[in-house]
């Protein structure tokens, strides 16, 4: 009878970067997600209604940035001599590192440069998407 080595898998290395790296995704998506609304109105200073829209034309620029993340894989699979693990982690290690940056660059814009931080927004959003892209299909590949 073949008993499955759970202990091994739960404590392997990619299994604990997964769960770490995908912690970390939900995590920071949960708190934008929460809080964007917040910041849109408070900070940015605009209008319920226009909150509303601005809120989810932000996240269709994620949903859009799932695209962009999918077809650039794929190209560089297509056309590039590197294994998909470490276009995957190229992609995932650029994605965050830009969100992260532009996320940090929103803390010192004010109301007089609301149009910037909108699209500053929307930029990040797209790079932030590298999350779904990447990190959902990861246990798929993981699986024996």
Known sequence: KF???YKKMVTSIPMLAYVYSSTCHFWTMTIIFTYLPLYISGVLQVTAEKT?????LIAFFRFLGAFFWTGLGNWMISFTSMSK????????FTGFIVAGSLNLSLCFLDVEYKVAALCILMIMM???AVG?????????????
Do not use: D, H, N, Y
């Open 3 to 5: 008993k499955a080595p």
């Open 126 to 128: 797209v790079f932030q």
């Open 52 to 56: 509303g829209l601005l809120f989810s």
């Open 85 to 92: 693990t470490k276009i995957r982690k190229l992609c995932v």
């Open 132 to 144: 779904m892209t990447g990190l959902t299909v990861i246990p798929l590949e993981m699986a024996p």
